[in-house]
């Protein structure tokens, strides 16, 4: 069975722009959670979908937003890219709701690396 | 809030050695925990997780873990140390009883853990 795949793996923006990234959750999951990863903040919750709709999200700017499609796959979207967005971005998915009260296991891509100049 | 800790940055272990990786926690009510891996340019590798049951749960790779509920840890082991475990490690906490939506899973800041050849 694949796993997690996420496209593009290394993406170069400059401020201003805007970017969005995929991600392809393992077959029959439909829950896709998004991670952003820096060495200063560590690992931080950006937002999960499940079954097209958001459930949770977490304590990041406007800027930031996400959709999943019918067939589960999910893009995230960063507007007005700032220095500080530079990060690895780590999608996950999971069987069920990754929130709530789900004991469901988060399976992992590989990231995407994001530059911001 | 849950939180979780991982009090060492850094672990240096020689090769052959038993590794331990600490984890502590705070959670409201019963804790759902996991142990994830990360290899350079790689996402996140599942481990093991921690629901219910026996305190001692065995994972991927010859790793695994124990809870203590009484000194609230998820400390990580492996009897023999090897080369290729030398990775990022993360614990993370979900809080089994907290208002439906909301919680998340969090994660510790990560232990690099290095095995001397």
Redesign the interface.
Known sequence: KAGVTQTPRYLIKTRGQQVTLSCSPISGHRSVSWYQQTPGQGLQFLFEYFSETQRNKGNFPGRFSGRQFSNSRSEMNVSTLELGDSALYLCASSLLPATGTSTDTQYFGPGTRLTVL | AQSVAQPEDQVNVAEGNPLTVKCTYSVSGNP?L?W?VQYP??????LL?Y?TGDNLVKGSYGFEAEFNKSQTSFHLKKPSALVSDSALY?CAVRD?ISN???????????TRLTIIP
Do not use: S
């Open positions: 759902y996991f994830y340019n790689r996402g996140l590798q599942f997780k629901i993360f089994m439906f939506g909301n919680e998340k899973l969090t994660f510790g800041t990560g």
